[in-house]
């Protein structure tokens, strides 16, 4: 589709003329099962005491949390391709109408941050679900934590917290924010978290879903 504005090509009519020719791409999931689920990071099972360097697997239980995917301990272990790897302890009913997060970056390699942005894709669509990202914590209903601890970045996770309104939650995402990962701590301790989205990093069927049921869905 040729179309110009001001004597040259502009953006968003080519994606708009890109949505009318190819049709509708988003998924209906948390509606319908995901199209294209991953292996990894998903639900592992297995059985035995395989070595792990986070620990994610002791006395023959798996720990979602603690999981960085490393494979270190197939085949007594293996991905299930279920997503379904994160634990709401809280809900908040009334962010269904819409639902704030603010994401804070305590110490991550980047990796949950990318997953997290995908979730507004057109695959996924989290708008259509009303959640949006906000770039003030004053505006938030949840803060999103990421990474590992930092000591430069633990003031400015209690500020953050601290200047969101009532109701609101602390959502963890990644192995690192949750347990520390291989290379660190939590930023504030996994009891205090309302929601972990585990994975390294998360897939965004899993995000999509744990933010789901932590407004009650």
């Known amino acids: 589709m040729d179309i110009r504005v001001g004597g040259g090509y502009s953006m968003s009519n080519f994606w708009f003329g890109e949505g009318i020719r190819k049709g509708k791409k988003t998924e209906r999931f948390p509606f319908a099962p995901p199209e294209e689920p991953p292996e990894r990071p998903s639900r592992m099972e ?26 270190f301990c197939e085949p007594g272990y293996t991905p299930t391709g279920k997503q379904d790897i994160f634990k709401v302890n809280r809900t908040e009913p009334v962010l ?10 305590s110490g991550a390699c980047g ?35 990421m990474g590992v601890h930092t000591d430069g970045m633990k003031e400015a996770l209690k500020n953050a917290y601290e200047a969101m309104p009532e109701p ?7 192995a690192c ?36 049921r932590a407004r009650g869905d």
């Open 111 to 145: 990796a949950c941050n990318v997953e997290l942005e995908t979730i507004f894709d057109p695959q996924y669509d989290a708008n259509r679900l009303n959640i949006f990202i906000t770039n003030s914590p004053r505006h938030a209903d949840a803060i999103v934590v």
């Open 168 to 174: 609101k939650l602390i959502i963890s995402m990644g």
């Open 177 to 212: 924010s949750i347990s520390g990962g291989i290379i660190g701590e939590s930023p504030i301790g996994r009891e205090k978290y309302h929601v972990e989205i585990a994975g390294c990093p998360p897939s965004p069927y899993t995000i999509l879903e744990a933010l789901a």
């Open 46 to 71: 297995g059985s035995g005491e395989p070595y792990c360097p986070t620990q994610a697997i002791k006395d023959g239980k798996w720990d979602a949390g603690r999981c960085i995917f490393c494979r």
């Open 96 to 105: 269904k109408k819409s639902f704030y997060i603010y994401k804070l970056d």
